[in-house]
């Protein structure tokens, strides 16, 4: 689980020059993410609260102070692993994969607030965890609470142009993936467990998620434990 500490800038700093010494030029400097975080800020008054839209390990691991949580919802994107990790929780040799929202279909999740004193301070570790390799782009989209109203959130959604996207793969290799990629945060099987077993207790039932689930623990050799039972119909579709 990550903690406040370890998303602060000195941190993330040494992270990043590690990344870049192994030959991962393509890590952003921490003036690229602040450079990143004022251009998203321009969208952003002061003095108002704040949304972020969360859909994967910000659901069961924010690390983030915040004012109030509610379940929500985006359209025109979807929930995706579509994009290699060859650090995090993979290897060079075997990537693991992470999530990111791809354009297309719909995403169920949370939707954090941030009061007005917050907006600032949370912002700038969220972009520390999130705004390494430049592989999201942050995006204000318009998120419906599941109490009807619709807010402005930030999130982040994948830059098909980076080097790490790897969209469209067939889902029997995207299991393989997950279910057998570690690296130093991990078992990649672990944050996909982690986002399914979050979704659910949230009411959210995800078919590609759920999908997934049960194609690892079949290639693991290992049972499922309270997943809801997939609809093969719906695969790749949040």
């Not at 003036?31 to 390990?57: D, H, I, M, N």
């Not at 915040?66 to 995090?88: D, M, N």
């Not at 917050?118 to 972009?127: C, D, K």
């Not at 759920?210 to 693991?220: G, S």
């Amino acid at each position: 689980m990550l903690t406040r500490e370890e998303l602060s800038s000195e941190r993330i700093d040494q992270i990043v020059a590690d990344a870049r010494k192994a030959g991962y030029d393509f890590f952003l400097t921490s003036e690229e993410r602040e450079a990143s975080l004022k251009k998203a800020l321009q969208r952003y008054k002061p003095g108002e609260e704040a949304w972020v839209f969360a859909y994967g390990s910000l659901m069961w691991n924010p690390a983030l102070e915040y004012a109030e949580a509610l379940p929500s919802s985006v359209e025109g994107w979807r929930r995706s692993f579509c994009f290699w990790t060859p650090l995090g929780r993979g290897t060079p040799e075997l990537p693991g994969l992470m999530l990111a929202l791809e354009g297309g279909g719909s995403c169920e999740g949370i939707a954090y607030r941030l009061a007005p004193h917050q907006v600032r301070s949370e912002l700038a570790i969220l972009w520390n965890r999130e705004m390494l390799s430049g592989v999201y782009q942050a995006r204000w989209v318009p998120t419906r609470l599941r109490d009807g109203r619709v807010v402005t959130a930030v999130t982040f959604v994948v830059d098909t142009a980076h080097c790490q996207y790897c969209g469209d793969l067939p889902i029997e290799r995207a299991a393989h993936h997950i279910a057998f990629a570690e690296g130093r945060r991990g078992a990649c099987r672990d944050y996909l467990t982690n986002t399914a077993e979050h979704a659910r207790s949230l009411g959210i039932h995800d078919p590609y998620i759920e999908e997934l689930v049960h194609r690892v623990a079949d290639l693991r050799g290992e049972p499922v434990v309270h997943a809801v039972p997939p609809d093969t119909e719906a695969v790749g579709e949040a």
